[in-house]
């Protein structure tokens, strides 16, 4: 079992930023990559980035990319979410999620991210 808290959530202006943080428990953080997704209102859920489990390799949708970085420290089993340049089409739940093999998926409990025009 994991369990994934995620904290860090607002409300901001649009071109300002936000750091998310999402603690982990449960299981060795350092052996597992992580994911950052998201859902609007109205809207399914959907892929913002991921990061692999040594911290080497991370990947972005095309929306954030170059506006967010994800970053993880190991040591302290926490997966962080930098997001710059806000736009109100950011304004979403964020959601971290594990994908353990033979184990299945881990999310959180989302946080709530409001960027206002």
């Known amino acids: 079992q994991v369990q994934l808290v995620e904290s860090g959530g607002g409300l901001v202006q649009a071109g300002g930023s936000l750091r998310l943080s999402c603690a982990a428990s449960?299981?060795?953080?350092?052996?597992?990559?992580m994911d950052w997704f998201r859902q609007a209102p109205g809207k399914e859920r959907e892929f913002v980035a991921t990061?692999?489990?040594?911290?080497?390799?991370?990947s972005y949708a095309s929306p954030v990319k170059g506006r967010f970085t994800i970053s993880r420290d190991n040591a302290k089993s926490t997966v962080y979410l930098q997001m710059n340049s806000l736009k109100p089409e950011d304004t979403a739940v964020y959601y971290c999620?594990?994908?353990?093999?033979?184990?299945?998926?881990?999310w959180g409990q989302g946080t709530q991210v409001t960027v206002s025009s």
């Open positions: 449960g299981r060795t953080f350092s052996t597992y990559s």
């Open positions: 990061i692999s489990w040594s911290g080497s390799r991370s």
């Open positions: 999620h594990a994908s353990l093999p033979a184990e299945g998926d881990y």
